[in-house]
């Protein structure tokens, strides 16, 4: 007996929909779906052959003093700058707290390497202030291995720039066009000499910008998982378009390397200060004269306000742009000219970029409203000495003057006296300019009368006591 045909054809029908639906889906999806334009991998090898004639190398050769009193939270207790460990000054550290016997601070020989890159075909280059910290004398070689004597033209260490001239013409050097915007997630390529290995190419992407670091910075940083190392300090970070985005200047890192995580001054930023630098040899920034915090989410409510956002104004400095604009403690800074603030470091960043005699619009908030207030700011480079305000030498050696009211709440003290020069029998026992005088013996300090009385009597042995990097010790002075 045959078969029935008509269930069979039926399964087939059912069978073939079936087919027809999960070959068609695919394509119907594809169609849903937002054509992306397919973009070819950019040209790196081509970028690097372009840019790898204007990075130099950096030698750096010179004295650091070392100071052996021992560190606290942290700190360097002789207030250099360091990268990762330092095993020296460890090791004079431990040596000193064992068998005692060194002198309080020591100079000993400096020889770093960093990076840099040319922007003028007459021989100037750009590259980090740390890097040519504590120079005698600073040599340039070329990609074509040619060497020069550079001269340091000035630095700035609020924003890690320095501008270097060498004597040499018709250099290839970088063009310093504003870059188009940065985008979260675009390669980049930085070149650089890390650990002395010159013309070293490295590739990543832009992991962030306007990256505020711990402390008082004025740089909003671009961060960037391109490998960055000790030595690539200086060097140019470049998209790719070709175009010097930001000079590479700090890594995080547990270890002293590289760690995936960098971080670069804004090309801007640099070109800024670099033109104060070639125009008049230094660099002036503004200043409001604040004490700020971040906001967190009980201190935005604390403040009513819907989230946390803006800089918090904890301290107001006397005579300052803050208090002559009526800034009050507890106001919370939303904007600047317009811009919004969004952490307290987006604060100290418009500051850092702002000039002195500016005028700007601060929105802020207080008491659940908001208000408009104007300030013209200060200069934040400070003054220079002058002879009126400074102690005389005396025997110990030391000029002094008063702190000022940003500086005591910056160090912590509510008297001393700040040590502008030194020399004879003080500098020999290790005191340096920027200490702060709290006592002498046991006379605290908190006038340039107090200082000059007890120089005047001091006998042959005195005992000063110093606060460096947060650091009290006394240091043994004995005069001649």
């Not at 934040?380 to 305000?389: H, K």
Request: net charge negative.
């Amino acid at each position: 007996m045959p078969f029935p045909q008509q269930p069979l054809q039926r399964q087939c029908c059912v069978v073939g929909l079936i087919l027809a639906f999960v070959l068609a889906a695919p394509c119907a999806w594809a169609q849903a779906q937002p054509a992306r334009a397919l973009v070819a991998l950019p040209d790196m090898a081509g970028i690097a052959a372009q840019f790898a004639p204007t990075v130099v190398n950096i030698s750096v050769s010179g004295t650091r003093k070392i100071s052996t009193a021992p560190e606290a939270n942290g700190n360097s207790a002789d207030g250099a700058a360091q990268e990762g460990p330092d095993p020296m000054r460890d090791f004079l550290r431990d040596f000193q707290q064992r068998f005692g016997g060194l002198p309080p601070l020591m100079n000993l020989p400096v020889h770093s390497e960093g990076s840099g890159f040319i922007i003028s075909a007459d021989g100037v280059i750009l590259t980090n202030a740390h890097v040519v910290a504590d120079a005698d004398e600073v040599r340039v070689k070329l990609l074509d291995h040619r060497e020069f004597a550079a001269k340091v033209l000035g630095a700035d260490k609020l924003t890690d720039i320095a501008v270097l001239k060498i004597e040499a013409t018709e250099l290839s050097a970088v063009s310093l066009a504003a870059p188009s915007p940065l985008r979260v997630g675009e390669w980049v390529l930085a070149i650089g000499s890390p650990y002395g290995f010159e013309s070293t190419v490295t590739a990543g992407v832009i992991s962030a910008t306007k990256r505020n670091l711990p402390g008082d910075s004025a740089v909003p940083f671009i961060q960037t998982d391109a490998a960055i190392n000790p030595g690539n300090s200086g060097g140019p970070l470049i998209n790719m378009r070709g175009e010097v985005v930001g000079i590479n200047s700090q890594i995080y890192s547990r270890t002293g390397g590289f760690q995936g995580l960098s971080f670069a001054i804004p090309i801007d930023v640099a070109q800024r200060v670099a033109q104060q630098i070639l125009r008049t040899g230094q660099v002036h920034h503004a200043k409001l004269g604040v004490g700020v915090q971040e906001l967190d989410q009980t201190l935005a409510q604390a403040f009513k306000l819907q989230r946390p956002q803006g800089a918090l104004i904890s301290d107001v400095d006397p005579k300052s742009a803050a208090q002559r604009a009526g800034v009050l403690i507890g106001d919370v800074v939303l904007a600047v000219n317009g811009r919004a603030i969004d952490v307290s470091g987006d604060l100290s960043s418009a500051m850092g970029q702002a000039q002195p005699g500016d005028a700007v619009e601060l929105a802020i908030w207080r008491d659940g409203a908001h208000r408009t207030v104007h300030a013209r700011l200060d200069d934040a480079t400070p003054p220079a000495p002058s002879a009126a305000v400074l102690a005389p030498k005396g025997p110990l050696g030391l000029a002094l003057r008063p702190l000022q009211a940003d500086e005591k709440r910056e160090s912590g003290v509510s008297a001393g006296l700040l040590v502008e020069a030194v020399g004879g029998a003080a500098e020999r026992a290790g005191v340096l300019a920027g200490d702060l005088l709290l006592a002498i013996d046991a006379s605290p300090m908190g006038s340039l009368a107090q200082a000059n009385a007890a120089q005047a009597k001091a006998g042959k042995s005195v005992a000063l006591l110093i606060q460096r990097d947060g650091t009290k010790f006394y240091l043994p002075l004995r005069l001649p």
